[in-house]
């Protein structure tokens, strides 16, 4: 019970923090790019465009740095037995990304915040791109430290039977890490884009500063385009890398419960639910699984139940198929998504060259509700790991059931849970309350060398 | 011979050093802000004197937290366990806080800015407050089993010395955010900051002196105090001494050495255990029983001496940037959406 509560704990924090921060990298690196093309162009539009997007950056790297400070504090309190085991390994990138990221972030950001107009343009140009290098610096500590829990390397087991590091560069070699870093930044880039064209397509749908939102728009699809192409190889590479080294966590995404070879994809299936071995699959699709999680036309894939089996020959009795229902739809939701994305981004990539972007109706209507389907994607990305690697916490070397805090009550896990819910839901309508004002508010007018929205106009710094 | 572990505990000693250094004097202003600024265009002006910088300060915390995950696993985990719901409404405080600084100004409605600038005070109020009890406990004692887990309740945290430690450094902080308003703006800010802090540097006198005693009293050590303590003394008797003079510069630096002294009496107090059980004192966690390997520590201190010495020098640029004084917009000039409060002077 406590360790339930403790797990819908961490996914609720963690899910929610993970709505914020890849729009922060996205965001952040497109900020910089405007920046960078009014430096080089001076135009006055990319100089607004640049305050315009800036500012939906810092309403949403406000909740984003809060809610990751839940994510730091939250292993200790909640997962202390984990904490003490893997800290000597886990710990490293964690503190890492402080030094390193953190620093870097808030420090620059700040500077970019406050000397618009103070400093000089080149330098004050590099203080928003120290702070997308940043945001990137960050997600790559967290993932090295979480591609561990996924696949464990660098490290021996000591007299104690505790893992202790003994090679850091494998953990940002380790296979799991390099292909699932690149994974994460092209989501963020993709929903940074997606953001971007959602606000950009609004305003040319009203028919209001069309001139300057064109050139943005234009921009999140040049973005988006390749970004979201490559993400498909890269995403099915990560595929094929967890069938190597969490075969359970691809075959229960397929619900593939029997050895097979070819094997074939379902489109859909009903039933499934409560790890059901006898669903209905729907539209066969022959040799796509085989190509998906081996990269080969005849690919063998080992089913659930002799995973099962080899895995309780080697670990004892237990259960050691993750959640199927889980698996097989958070794989669907961001394949299927994903692969409507990519239509839509060749659509726009199409109306860029032939120049009518900006008059493209139907093209801008569905550009502004694609913005919801970057967040159900890096939502889906991430249930699909986390829930893959049950029941272990790390890999093969601890279960998640022993991980909890012992001294930690489930009462004490219930009033912070609600606490956080509550908290989380005032921050959201805060946020998004900001975010759709601000997004509809229109460009700042068009003078040079004012400060920014946050801050004052008597400042005299 | 230097051990690792030992440089470790120093690393992190230091991290809450600068920690409360640097964000005690934005806690200060966070909680002083409404007080010293009686129109909208003052307290806009005075929370500004941090706006460029707190979040920078803030990841002191972040780093001290992460580096005793790295460093010290053992205690990470006892700690962040036992304070469970301490740490709670820590992080309620820092959410509601950080939003806060950022939020406020972004809307003219004023029931969203009263919110939101109550949520600034009492999250400043709370942060040091309720940190302070945690330190305090550390030294305390807290009821610790022999396989270093905490077996009390929420209610066994509140030891009256970590109470004492809590209102210590909130006084503290409150005085550092005095001093460095005096030292950031000027005209009747400056005044205001100077007459508030003029009180505050006697609480603090009294607050430290009493800190100082009780550690004594709860410390093997001998009755006198060690160095360290009676810098703090000194220093907040200084701070008192300038606070109403043309001294910002020195009344700002005294207040820092004042709670850089405190805080670091904690750590040398605690050394070389890193939590005191009192249940038995064989079941203290210690520097050497609760760090991480050889290996993992050496590749830590071979970043923290390559990164570390960049962020000082980037954060000091970013002080520097800065540094000039704020001027509150004239009161005549009517600031957008007063909240209420009194008329301007």
């Known amino acids: ?461 | 011979m230097l051990h690792l572990h030992t440089l470790w505990f120093v690393i992190i000693a230091v991290l809450w050093v600068g920690f409360f250094v640097l964000e005690g004097f934005d806690f200060g202003v966070g909680v002083l802000h409404t007080i010293v600024g009686r129109t909208e265009g003052e307290r806009q002006t005075a929370i500004s004197t941090i706006g460029p910088w707190w979040d920078g300060n803030e990841v002191w915390l972040i780093v001290a937290g992460a580096g005793t995950f790295a460093a010290f696993p053992a205690w990470y985990a006892t700690m962040f366990s036992a304070l469970y719901l301490a740490l709670l409404l820590v992080l309620a405080a820092l959410m509601a806080r950080g939003v806060a600084l950022e939020y406020t100004r972004k809307s003219e409605d004023p029931r969203w800015r009263r919110t939101w600038t109550w949520c600034a005070t009492l999250g400043s109020l709370l942060i040091p407050l309720l940190l302070g009890v945690g330190l305090g406990d550390l030294l305390a004692g807290l009821p610790i089993n022999s396989s270093h887990e905490y077996t009390g309740n929420f209610f066994d945290l509140l030891t009256p010395y970590g109470l004492w430690t809590g209102l210590t450094l909130l006084g503290l902080c409150l005085l550092h955010g005095a001093t460095f308003l005096k030292l950031r703006t000027t005209d009747q800010l400056r005044e205001r900051a100077a007459s508030l802090a003029r009180p505050l540097a006697w609480a603090a006198i009294a607050l430290v002196v009493g800190f100082v005693i009780w550690t004594r009293s709860i410390t093997a050590g001998p009755d006198v105090p060690d160095p360290v303590e009676i810098l703090a003394v000194i220093a907040v008797l200084f701070a008192a001494r300038l606070a109403t003079s043309d001294h910002d510069g020195w009344a700002f630096t005294a207040s820092a050495i004042a709670i850089a002294a405190t805080v670091g009496s904690i750590f040398i107090n605690l050394s070389p255990n890193v939590m005191i059980s009192s249940t038995n004192a064989a079941y203290n966690l210690t520097v050497s029983n609760a760090a991480s390997g050889g290996y993992a520590l050496k590749v830590m201190t071979i970043v923290t001496v390559i990164l570390f010495p960049i962020v000082l020098l980037y954060q000091g640029w970013s002080f520097h940037v800065f540094r000039g004084r704020l001027k509150a917009p004239p009161a005549a000039e009517p600031p957008p959406a007063p909240i209420g409060a009194a008329p301007p002077a």
């Open chain 1, 1 to 461: 019970m406590t360790n339930d509560l403790a797990r819908w704990q961490f996914a609720t924090t963690s899910i929610y923090h993970f709505l914020f921060v890849p729009v922060t990298i996205g965001l952040a690196f497109l900020v910089a790019l405007l920046q960078t093309a009014w430096y080089r162009n001076e135009k006055p539009e990319y100089r607004r465009l640049t305050k315009f997007f800036g500012t939906l950056l810092v309403i949403n790297v406000a909740v984003g740095v809060v809610t990751g400070l839940v994510q730091e504090f939250e292993f200790g309190m909640n997962w202390s037995a984990y904490s003490k085991f893997v800290g000597d390994v886990f710990g490293a990138p964690l503190a890492m990304e402080g030094l390193a990221a953190f620093f870097l972030e808030s420090t620059f950001l700040g500077l970019w915040l406050f000397g618009w107009g103070r400093l000089p343009k080149r330098v004050h140009l590099a203080c928003i791109w120290l702070v997308a290098a940043g945001t990137m610096l960050s997600a790559m500590f967290i993932l090295a430290a979480n591609s561990w829990m996924q696949h464990p390397v660098g490290y021996a087991l000591n007299s104690h039977g505790q893992p202790e590091l003994n090679n850091i560069g494998a953990l940002f070699t380790n296979p799991t890490f390099l292909w699932g870093y690149v994974h994460v930044i092209l989501a963020s880039l993709v929903t940074g884009s997606l953001v971007m064209l959602a606000v950009s397509a609004w305003y040319l749908r009203k028919q209001r500063e069309v001139a300057t939102f064109a050139h943005s728009a234009r921009i999140s699809v040049i973005v988006l385009l390749p970004v979201i192409l490559l993400q498909m190889f890269v995403g099915n590479k990560l595929g094929e890398i967890e069938t190597t080294y969490q075969p359970a966590k691809i075959a229960a995404a397929e619900a593939q419960w029997e050895n097979c070879q070819p094997c074939s994809f379902s489109a859909f299936q009903i039933g499934g639910g409560k790890n059901d071995k006898t669903p209905t699959q729907v539209i066969e699709i022959p040799h796509l699984l085989s190509v998906l999680a081996t990269g080969t036309w005849n690919g063998a894939v080992v089913g659930l139940n002799q995973l099962q089996k080899e895995d309780e020959k080697k670990y004892g009795p237990g259960n050691y198929v993750p959640d199927v229902f889980i698996q097989y739809w958070s794989m669907r939701l961001m394949a299927y998504l994903g692969t409507l994305i990519a239509l839509l981004a060749l659509w726009g990539g199409w109306l860029v060259h032939k120049g009518s972007l900006e008059r493209s109706k139907w093209f801008l209507r569905l550009s502004i509700w694609a913005i919801v389907t970057p967040f159900l994607m890096n939502t889906a990305g991430w249930l699909l790991t986390e829930n893959g690697r049950q029941p272990w916490i790390v890999q093969g070397l601890m279960k998640t059931i022993n991980a909890n805090s012992p001294s930690v009550t489930s009462t004490d896990i219930w009033i912070s849970l609600v606490a956080f819910v509550a908290i989380y839901i005032a921050l959201g309508a805060a946020d998004l309350t900001l975010m759709l004002r601000y997004s509809r508010k229109g460009l700042g007018d068009d003078q040079e060398g004012e400060t920014d929205a946050t801050a004052t106009p008597a400042l005299t710094y």
